[in-house]
């Protein structure tokens, strides 16, 4: 995904799995090849907006763009340099306006962007998509953000994510069939200030994620691992924790419980040199982990991937979980699904403790895993009769 190692919970515009990992429930009703998304300009702002729906068509597995009606269109052929995509804009609705567009059933996401259309590209490999810790991406200087979703057969995911940045505010919402509009993504009154203050008073290059215009309007707080990248936070950053789990477990058990409904399958973590080596419990080494850096844990990828299978893939994802809410010293049995125990250690993911901090419901998408515990920012029906996405005040 454009060179930005896509650390994200999904598997979005090149594979038609299932938002974030999540297991399709069964459908409640058909669910129709699309339906409505009410999109609501709540921000205050006198920018026009503008709206794309991107990924891929499941029924066919085309990537591509839908325009308003839900019309599905495969992107061309791209090429080597680049080639300019077609325009997929869609005019979004003024502030204290909606405007209805219907969703097909994609795996893909929502953009928006004040002001100005983003700049999409295609390569001979697919899409390019902004990656703004690049400083000549040409979608640098734009305020945008996106919301991601899952519509298939079984119904409707759709969620807020930070993962790779956190810049204009905004809640996703999904009326059922029957029963209350279930809704998240809400900040605090003043979370949105509020976070951007706390992350610039954060020592130790946390706010060095901040990114602004050369006017000085805030556009986004890269996520850490982007921060890396770009070389504004300290590849070191978590390194004097990731030591001191290291140090512990050389000499105690990590006791790793990865399915919630299945309390008897444990894995049990021993360091031993470079590596920590996990055994089932009839003793077998299942899979062996390199001690990670802070990208690795910031991404949860590199030396901490995540296959898609039953064992490394549920490990890694309960370690990633782990270090990033610096609970793995405190708890030896993981993944520790508590909020009051996470981000207690001075070494943790800053980053996300501060967007959990100021959300209105406490859930956020701010690292690739945090629906351990089920502490992500996600709605989701079988039967869903209308999505909803809010743009909210820059409060």
């Known amino acids: 995904m454009s060179g930005n190692k896509r650390r994200m919970l999904l598997s979005l515009l090149a594979t038609a799995t299932v938002v974030t990992g999540l297991a399709a429930a069964p459908a409640e009703a058909a669910v129709p090849a699309t339906i409505p998304l009410e999109i609501t300009?709540?921000?205050?702002?006198?920018?026009?907006?503008?709206?794309?729906?991107?990924?891929?068509?499941?029924?066919?597995?085309?990537?591509?763009?839908?325009?308003?009606?839900?019309?599905?269109?495969?992107?061309?052929?791209?090429?080597?340099?680049?080639?300019?995509?077609?325009?997929?804009?869609?005019?979004?609705?003024a502030n204290g306006q909606s405007k209805t567009i219907r969703i097909p059933q994609?795996?893909?996401?929502?953009?928006?962007?004040?002001?100005?259309?983003?700049?999409?590209?295609?390569?001979t490999g697919g899409l390019v998509q902004p990656a703004v810790q690049n400083p000549s991406d040409p979608?640098?200087?734009?305020?945008?953000?996106?919301?991601?979703?899952?519509?298939?057969?079984?119904?409707?995911?759709?969620?807020?994510?930070?993962?790779?940045?956190?810049?204009?505010?905004?809640?996703?919402g999904i009326r059922p069939a029957s029963g209350a509009t279930k809704t998240t993504g809400h900040l605090k009154p003043g979370g949105y200030n509020g976070f951007y203050s706390s992350l610039r008073g954060q020592?130790?290059?946390?706010?060095?994620?901040?990114?602004?215009?050369?006017?000085?309007?805030?556009?986004?707080?890269?996520?850490?691992?982007?921060?890396?990248?770009?070389?504004?936070?300290p590849a070191s950053v978590l390194n004097d924790?990731?030591?001191?789990?290291?140090?512990k477990y050389a000499n105690s058990t990590l006791t790793v419980t990865p399915f919630a409904d299945q309390p008897g399958t444990k894995y049990f973590g021993r360091v031993s040199g470079s590596v920590?080596?996990?055994?089932?419990?009839?003793?077998?080494?299942?899979?062996?982990?390199?001690?990670?850096?802070?990208?690795?844990?910031?991404?949860?990828?590199?030396?901490?991937?995540a296959p898609n299978d039953l064992v490394r893939g549920p490990i890694s994802r309960t370690l990633c979980a782990g270090y990033n809410r610096a609970t793995l010293l405190a708890n030896p049995n993981q993944p520790d699904t508590s909020a009051a125990n996470f981000y207690q250690d001075a070494v943790s993911n800053q980053y996300a403790k501060k967007i959990h901090e100021r959300m209105a419901d406490g859930r956020a998408y701010a690292f690739a895993f945090d629906d351990v515990g089920n502490h992500e920012s996600l709605v989701n029906d079988g039967n869903p009769q209308q999505g909803y996405l809010t743009l909210d005040p820059f409060n």
Request: glycine share 12%; net charge negative; charged share 15%.
């Open 139 to 172: 979608n640098r200087d734009i305020l945008f953000n996106w919301s991601e979703y899952t519509l298939n057969g079984s119904g409707l995911w759709l969620n807020s994510t930070q993962v790779d940045m956190f810049s204009a505010p905004y809640a996703v």
């Open 276 to 305: 920590m080596n996990f055994t089932n419990t009839s003793g077998a080494v299942v899979t062996s982990f390199q001690k990670p850096d802070s990208d690795s844990v910031f991404g949860c990828y590199k030396l901490l991937d």
């Open 203 to 233: 020592a130790g290059g946390w706010g060095n994620l901040v990114q602004t215009r050369k006017d000085g309007t805030v556009l986004r707080a890269l996520a850490p691992g982007h921060g890396i990248e770009a070389g504004g936070l």
């Open 241 to 247: 924790y990731v030591d001191r789990v290291w140090a």
């Open 41 to 93: 300009n709540n921000s205050g702002r006198a920018d026009p907006v503008y709206v794309y729906n991107l990924g891929t068509l499941l029924s066919t597995g085309q990537q591509g763009w839908a325009d308003e009606n839900g019309a599905f269109h495969a992107w061309p052929a791209g090429g080597n340099p680049p080639a300019p995509a077609p325009d997929a804009s869609i005019p979004g609705p």
């Open 106 to 123: 994609f795996s893909g996401r929502v953009y928006f962007s004040y002001g100005q259309k983003l700049v999409f590209k295609l390569t």
